[in-house]
């Protein structure tokens, strides 16, 4: 055995030496660590706070978010994953090894157990939990003069009144609350770790689908809970809504709406099931939009900015309607089913009285004079079925021989020039355009551009 090791090359030899010692020396390191922690936990009570009976435990927390949402209005909740780490001095746990004064221990977190620890809580969480797979994710760390670590990773979900008043377009603060359960401030002292100002640390590619998070500052108070001061720790979440999604799944629709229950101006008024047909559609959808919008939020006994806008966009859509009901009732002698029957009665009278109108010039240039009967027209014709462009023939007709005479000059001009009386309807009905509708086409465009430059400069400015 002596005449192979001697054989060896030397750097092997060194090698070989090199990692008996340190084998040696990780095993000596080993024992001196148990021996170490056995004699920790002799005699430790962790039933009682470090420094019990004297001046409190001064807990330093620092917050390290990897993750937040969802923010749910309808549940008034905020959501976060986050790494939550405690550090606190316990001099009953301060330790010495030779040769490595200045280790800091790693430990099993069985060993958190057996060794007293702040009972830290959130204040106002709600259905919060411990990461636990594979195994509950948890940091314990001991440095020699008795500072300890405790991390663990958590999801956090907080309670967030929020005021909807201004919703869609609105700003949000969500509060975090962290203290102990039931130690008063006479026993445990919080404070941020690294200050107010840096009390939060935000993962650089953690973003928000509907929010924006502007500032999240921190501070330390105490707190009357259970008739006993507590120290709390506070975070104030700083959230802006973003208005993209709401302006394209709400705003703009129910612009579109609105303009289109417009065109309903420049269809002729005889139009009635067509521009009743488009306002009730329109009247619908927005129905429908404001019912919907409203599922997705608490219920809330007041109005949001949403609702106000839903709700004026259905009152110029609902308006659309009551202008034409408007227009139908003051032109009805332009529109309607009574000016049809007018319109065919007038032209079988047309017919008629020209009939009547050639025999009776013939028989007039053969007789001269004759009685009413000769000419066509029944003595017991009414006059409201003649038709106007004849009413002053039978006018000239009932009276004198002198009347006659007149009125027989003037209609021969009449038929000799082809045009119609000045005063005589329209009895086409075809394009007859209201003056109501002609200034809603301007007013109501006017109206609801100034809403919407009061509806934006009152809830963004």
Known sequence: MTIVLSNLPLFIMKLLLSILV??????????????????????????????????????????????????????????????????????????????????????????????????????????????????????????????????????????????????????????MYIGSFGYSDDDILYKWKYGNAKAVEIAKDMTLSQFDLISHPGSNRSTLFRDTLHSVLEINFHLKRRMGYFLIQVYLPCCLLVVLSWVSFWINREATADRIMLGVTTVLTMTFFGLDNRTDLPKVSYSTALDVYIASCFT?????????????????????????????????????????????????????????????????????????????????????????????????????TGKRPSKAPNVSGMNSVSKIDKAARVMFPLAFAAFNIAYWASYVL
């Open 22 to 175: 340190s084998s040696t020396a990780a095993s000596v390191f080993a024992e001196n660590v148990t021996t170490v922690l056995d004699q920790l936990l002799q005699g430790y009570d962790n039933r009682l706070r470090p420094g019990f009976g004297g001046s409190p435990v001064v807990v330093a927390v620092d917050l390290n978010i990897r993750s937040m949402g969802p923010i749910s209005e309808s549940d008034m909740r905020m959501s976060m994953q986050c790494y939550l780490r405690q550090s606190w001095k316990d001099e009953r746990l301060t330790f010495d090894i030779p040769g490595n004064e200045t280790v800091r221990l790693a430990l099993n977190i069985k060993m958190l157990e057996k060794i007293w620890h702040p009972d830290t809580v959130i204040l106002n969480g709600q259905h919060s939990y411990l990461h636990t797979v594979p195994m509950p994710n948890k940091l314990f760390r001991i440095d020699p003069n008795g500072s300890i670590l405790f991390s663990q990773r958590l999801t956090i979900r907080t309670r967030c009144m929020m005021r909807l008043e201004k919703f869609p377009l609105d700003s949000q603060d969500c509060p």
């Open 316 to 416: 110029f859509v609902m308006a659309t309607v009551i202008q034409f009901a408007i227009v139908h009732y003051f032109t009805k002698a332009g529109s309607g089913e009574h000016d049809d029957l007018s319109i065919n009665e007038e032209s079988e009278d047309d017919t008629v009285d020209k009939k009547d109108d050639r025999g009776f010039l013939s028989r007039r240039a053969a007789n001269g004079r004759s009685r009413i009967s000769d000419y066509g027209f029944p003595e017991t014709r009414n006059n409201h079925f003649l038709s106007s462009s004849y009413q002053g023939l039978w006018d000239c007709l009932t009276r004198k021989d002198d009347g006659r005479s007149r009125f027989h000059s003037s209609f021969l001009s009449s038929l000799s």
